[in-house]
């Protein structure tokens, strides 16, 4: 998705819920999927990711669904603990020739985990 | 893993002055690296890609005579911020990539430098 806005939305979750963190891309020729987590001050961490030829894909406490059809990106975790309040971004890459690598990110939601 | 170092971690420079952040590979060779932006609350904007060897391109709305990025070596690259202003200030990110490693660990991000130019 494009990045736009000066303001990051905002998801409050219990500690012990399911997280799901949407994300609508812009790029139909966008490929591969990528979730991050980025806590403040640093660099972003791997999550999961996912190819164009697949709709989810699971890994350790999270899910990542991808629509091709709408363009549109989820990810789920399940039973957040407050390790996991962070934010998380999604990003795209078509992997032609000329774009290959080229990762642009989506605007990011805040997870707040509440105990 | 798959380790970038990036230094410094932080650093504030007075205006006018350059600043130089390194982005070392440590235990792979990157053919790429990419450099991005991050101002408060906002994502991360892409502002030039290198590969080794060659002339960095830079994204639209970026100028490449103020932000000189060099990749010399597989595992080194250096964004310098030249004549450095307050509106540079921000979170600068480099992610080196390696085709040669599986697709989904083909990214790898250092932990960012704070640039805050008084």
């Known amino acids: 998705g494009e990045s736009v806005g000066l303001h990051l939305p905002t998801l409050s979750v219990q500690e012990g819920d399911n997280s799901i963190i949407n994300c609508a891309y812009s790029?139909?020729?966008?490929?591969?999927f990528i979730w991050y987590k980025q806590e403040s001050g640093k660099g972003p961490q791997f999550i999961i990711d996912i190819r164009s030829n697949m709709d989810k894909r699971q890994g350790q406490r999270v899910t990542v669904l991808l629509n091709k059809t709408v363009k549109h990106l989820s990810l789920q975790i399940a039973a957040t603990q407050p390790g996991d309040s962070a934010v998380y971004f999604c990003?795209?890459?078509?992997?032609?020739?000329?774009?290959?690598?080229?990762?642009?990110f989506g605007a990011g939601t805040q997870v707040v985990v509440t105990p | 893993g798959a380790v970038v170092s990036q230094h410094p971690s932080w650093v504030i420079c007075k205006s006018g002055t350059s600043v130089k952040i390194e982005c070392r590979s440590l235990d792979f060779q990157a053919t790429t690296m990419f450099w991005y932006r991050q101002f408060p609350k906002q994502s991360l904007m892409l502002m030039a890609t290198?590969?080794?060897?060659?002339?960095?391109?830079?994204e639209q709305g970026v100028e490449k005579d103020k932000f000189l990025i060099n990749h010399a070596s597989l595992t080194l690259s250096t964004l310098t911020v030249t004549s450095a202003h307050p509106e540079d200030s921000s979170f600068y990110i480099c992610?080196?990539?390696?085709?040669?490693?599986?697709?989904?660990?083909?990214?790898?991000f250092g932990s960012g430098t704070r640039l805050t130019v008084v």
């Open positions: 790029n139909s020729a966008s490929d591969y």
């Open positions: 992610s080196a990539f390696s085709r040669g490693r599986y697709l989904e660990r083909g990214y790898t």
């Open positions: 990003a795209e890459t078509p992997l032609t020739t000329d774009s290959w690598g080229k990762l642009q």
């Open positions: 290198s590969n080794e060897g060659s002339k960095a391109t830079y």
